[in-house]
């Protein structure tokens, strides 16, 4: 199996995921805190309902799974950089902002 290492930026924290792995998913299991106080409280679970979980990709957009229509929707007025980690799946080396 691939794996793929996820680099947290502000977190100073890099985890090693199977690649296809879902961004959101990841950061939860290791105790990355990637809502804000609001987002804490008014989080969907990771359903892309939200668009709470807005983290900023720093390297490797390459390694992304495409953007969807309700991130293209969610994140217009923010640039390509943003993405939604819930509905982000990594496949290959990135660094993530959190909070941006």
């Known amino acids: 199996m691939e ?6 930026i502000k977190e ?3 985890i090693i995921v199977a690649q296809g792995s879902n961004l959101r998913e ?3 299991q290791n105790q ?3 809502y804000t106080f609001k987002g804490k409280l008014m989080n969907c679970g990771g359903y892309g309902q939200c668009g709470l979980c807005r ?3 720093v390297e490797g957009m390459e390694n992304l ?3 969807t229509d309700f991130e293209n929707k969610k994140l217009a007025k923010r640039p390509d ?4 980690a819930c509905q982000t799946n990594v ?3 990135v660094a993530v902002n959190t909070k941006p």
């Open 81 to 84: 950089s943003h993405r939604l």
């Open 91 to 93: 496949n290959g080396p």
């Open 12 to 14: 100073d924290k890099e």
């Open 3 to 8: 794996m793929s290492a996820i680099k947290f």
């Open 55 to 57: 983290v900023e990709i």
């Open 65 to 67: 799974s495409p953007r």
């Open 32 to 34: 990355i805190d990637i």
């Open 26 to 28: 990841k950061a939860v």
